[in-house]
Each structure stands twice: as C-alpha cells, then as structure tokens.
C-alpha cells in the first residue's frame, strides 16, 4: 500500500492506492484544480481510492467534523467523467454537515461515490475493498447506503468495518433508511403546505413526484393514503407503470413536468432540478422532496423561488429522516424515538419559514445560518 499526500494551504489531500501501481506526480499535480472547484468548500480531507484488482474508483468526501464524525452514504452512479464525481461527493458530504447540524445530531458531514454502473460493475468484492478504505480512516468517515448500494452492501462492508450504519436489522442495524427519509420529507411537506395554504391537508392537493426509488415510492404512499391527486415521473418506465398501478398514481407522459399546473412539486431524484432552465417555469407553489441539492445555485435560484412566492422547504432539513434513523444505531435510541425525532422535521420546518420571513432570508440561507451557528457554537467550545 502506497501513501501519497497532496499538501495545499492548510487543508491536505489524501491520496492512496491499494494495488502496487502509483500514480505519476505529474497527474498528482493536475489534481491541484480540485481546491478551485465551485463545490469545494473548506472540506477537510478527501480521499481518493483506487484498486485495480475489484475495479474500485471511488472518492470519500470529508467536509466537516467539529460536531463529530462524518456521517454519510455512498453512492454508486455510472458518471460521465471523475470531475463530475468529485463535484457530486463535494456537494453531498457539504449537504451532510448541515443536515446534521440543523438536525440536532452530533455528526459531522461526509460522503462518498463509487463510479460505476451498480448494475453491471458492483461485485461483493469491490463492496469489501471499499469496506477496507472505509475502516483506514479510524472512524472519521461512518458510511450508510445511498443510490446504488444496499442494506446487504452495508453488512458486506460491516465484515470489513465497525464504520458503517444502515446494516440489516437481523445482524442489530436500524435496516434500510429509505422508509424514514420518505417520513421525515412528508413532514416537511405537510409543514410547507401548512405555511403556504394555511393547512397542512394535503387531501386533495395536486403533487408531482419526480424519482419513485425506495424514497420516492414510499412518499407516494404516504400522499396517497391522505388522498392527494400524484403524478409521478421517472425514466424508468417500467417502475412507473408498476407504482402508478400500485398506488392510483397518474403517470406522467408529458415533456415538461415543471410547467405542470400542480400544487406541490417534489424532486425525489438527483440533485439541480432547480436551475436556471427550470425555475421560471415552476408552476407548483411549494418545492419539497427528498433529493440533494435541489438547487443548483443555493443563493440565486432559492431567490428566485422566494421572489415568485414559492415556498421552498430546505432540502436538507426534510431529507434528514435517514441519517435520524441510521444515527440510533451510534446512540442506541429505539424505533419511537426515531420516529418521534422524524416527525420533529415538521416542527423545525416552520421554524425555518418563520426565521427567513422575520429576517427576510430565503428559507434556504434561514436553515443554513441556524446550522452553522450550531457549528460555529461548537468550535468556540472546542478551543476553549
């Protein structure tokens, strides 16, 4: 094993290999730009992890840890290029911290990406290599599952690492987290619509849900039951037609879900549906779904949705229901008070809208500054 360190101001790079090959110092050096990158945010450490034999290319993406350490998934995504991967696991590990730390919990925020099409390239020996990268960070990473791994990835990589969560219930985990973040951003939904239409009934309510993985299909199921009118869209056509049978949900088979004439508009999918392309045609009047980084410029696309008086509920509060649910794992807090501590999002959701009209902020930058005050609160403590 090979140990190469990249030193760049005051922040330190991590780079190593599991097999013999190292790479030459003059593509080391053309990895310098990573620190320019617009999603790079005074991360901590990131690590880049490679291994010939199982085909493993992955990044872990450490962003903060003053309130402990980092806690995320991993996600495995087919990505067109490594920039695109890193600019993702960039993205997400900065999401975790504030996640966290506007949840209440004593987690710092990391991420990782595997690249590779989970379908084709994932084997139960490239799981275990990266199960062994996981552990040689001592801790400062805690890994769970995300698009394209599994609870039975989490027991794979258990066997390799106490650092992991979400492993099944039979071997003592809290099992697949997908169930609560669907719970915890039907809260916030039900919290939105509360502010917005003076009710929190979504009977009735017109709701487009973009993306019917495990999260999405669950919230269908939850806005169904209370007799919203769903519409769900996903690429994958087959999975479509099977919750749309399942649940009395409307497929859709438009071209341009965003000018739909619908209440609430819930991307469940990847990240930036809110972009500059989108966000003048969104007709719904509340933004709540479980997908990460919703908006593709947090500063101008959230001022946009505060100026057309729609009401966007914070990504990252309402999508908190997973990391609640595989953090009593660490704590060993029962299902009651995961639940109890889920439902809460409803709560803290109308906290923030109340707290970004009294100081006129965007519901967005409303949930970013509580957080990192809690953050900044914490450090001042720490170097006491």
Same mark, same amino acid.
């Not at 809110?274 to 101008?300: C, R």
């Given at each position: 094993?090979?140990?190469?360190?990249?030193?760049?101001?005051?922040?330190?790079?991590?780079?190593?290999?599991?097999?013999?090959?190292?790479?030459?110092?003059?593509?080391?050096?053309?990895?310098?730009?990573?620190?320019?990158?617009?999603?790079?945010?005074?991360?901590? *450490?990131?690590?880049?992890?490679?291994?010939?034999?199982?085909?493993?290319?992955?990044?872990?993406?450490?962003?903060?840890?003053?309130?402990?350490?980092?806690?995320?998934?991993?996600?495995?995504?087919?990505?067109?290029?490594?920039?695109? =991967?890193?600019?993702?696991?960039?993205?997400?590990?900065?999401?975790?911290?504030?996640?966290?730390?506007?949840?209440?919990?004593?987690?710092?925020?990391?991420?990782?990406?595997?690249?590779?099409?989970?379908?084709?390239?994932?084997?139960?020996?490239?799981?275990?290599?990266?199960?062994?990268?996981?552990?040689?960070?001592?801790?400062?990473?805690?890994?769970?599952?995300?698009?394209?791994?599994?609870?039975?990835?989490?027991?794979?990589?258990?066997?390799?690492?106490?650092?992991?969560?979400?492993?099944?219930?039979?071997?003592?985990?809290?099992?697949?987290?997908?169930?609560?973040?669907?719970?915890?951003?039907?809260?916030?939904?039900?919290?939105?619509?509360?502010? *917005?239409?003076?009710?929190?009934?979504?009977?009735?309510?017109?709701?487009?849900? +973009?993306?019917?993985?495990?999260?999405?299909?669950?919230?269908?199921?939850?806005?169904?039951?209370?007799?919203?009118?769903?519409?769900?869209?996903?690429?994958?056509?087959?999975?479509?037609?099977?919750?749309?049978?399942?649940?009395?949900?409307?497929?859709?088979?438009? /071209?341009?879900?965003?000018?739909?004439?619908?209440?609430?508009?819930?991307?469940?999918? %990847?990240?930036?549906?809110?972009?500059?392309?989108?966000?003048?045609?969104? +007709?719904?009047?509340?933004? @709540?779904? @479980?997908?990460?980084? +919703?908006? =593709?410029?947090?500063?101008? $696309?959230?001022?946009?949705?505060?100026?057309?008086?729609?009401?966007?509920?914070?990504?990252?509060?309402?999508?908190?229901?997973?990391?609640?649910?595989?953090?009593?794992?660490?704590?060993?807090?029962?299902?009651?008070?995961?639940?109890?501590?889920?439902?809460?999002?409803? /709560?803290?959701? %109308?906290?923030?809208?109340?707290?970004?009209?009294? $100081?006129?902020?965007?519901? $967005? *930058?409303?949930?970013?500054?509580?957080?990192?005050?809690?953050?900044?609160?914490?450090?001042?403590? /720490?170097?006491?």
């Amino acid at each position: 094993m090979y140990w190469i360190f990249i030193k760049f101001s005051t922040t330190l790079i991590l780079i190593y290999s599991m097999t013999s090959e190292i790479t030459s110092i003059n593509e080391l050096q053309k990895m310098n730009p990573v620190f320019g990158q617009l999603s790079f945010d005074n991360h901590e *450490q990131i690590v880049f992890c490679n291994d010939k034999d199982t085909g493993l290319k992955a990044i872990i993406g450490i962003h903060n840890t003053v309130l402990g350490p980092a806690l995320g998934g991993t996600r495995m995504w087919n990505y067109a290029n490594e920039w695109e =991967a890193l600019n993702d696991v960039l993205r997400l590990s900065r999401g975790m911290t504030y996640k966290s730390a506007i949840t209440g919990l004593n987690l710092g925020g990391g991420k990782a990406v595997i690249i590779g099409d989970a379908k084709k390239d994932k084997t139960p020996e490239m799981i275990s290599k990266f199960g062994a990268f996981v552990n040689s960070l001592s801790g400062r990473y805690i890994t769970a599952e995300d698009v394209g791994t599994t609870t039975e990835d989490m027991d794979r990589i258990r066997k390799e690492t106490s650092f992991v969560t979400g492993i099944s219930e039979a071997i003592g985990g809290s099992g697949n987290p997908s169930p609560v973040t669907a719970y915890g951003v039907y809260m916030g939904m039900k919290a939105a619509a509360k502010y *917005q239409f003076g009710t929190n009934d979504l009977a009735g309510k017109k709701v487009m849900v +973009q993306g019917i993985g495990h999260v999405g299909e669950t919230l269908v199921e939850y806005l169904t039951k209370e007799g919203a009118i769903v519409t769900i869209a996903d690429i994958n056509e087959e999975k479509l037609l099977e919750v749309g049978k399942k649940y009395g949900a409307i497929v859709y088979t438009g /071209n341009d879900l965003y000018s739909e004439a619908v209440d609430i508009y819930a991307p469940c999918a %990847l990240g930036a549906t809110i972009n500059d392309e989108t966000v003048y045609k969104i +007709q719904a009047k509340v933004v @709540a779904g @479980a997908a990460n980084n +919703q908006l =593709a410029n947090e500063t101008i $696309h959230g001022q946009i949705l505060k100026d057309r008086g729609i009401v966007y509920a914070p990504d990252f509060l309402i999508n908190a229901g997973g990391i609640i649910n595989v953090y009593a794992e660490l704590v060993h807090y029962d299902r009651v008070e995961i639940l109890r501590k889920t439902e809460n999002i409803y /709560n803290t959701t %109308l906290e923030i809208f109340d707290y970004a009209t009294k $100081h006129n902020l965007t519901s $967005h *930058q409303a949930a970013f500054t509580i957080a990192q005050n809690r953050i900044d609160e914490r450090k001042k403590e /720490n170097t006491k």
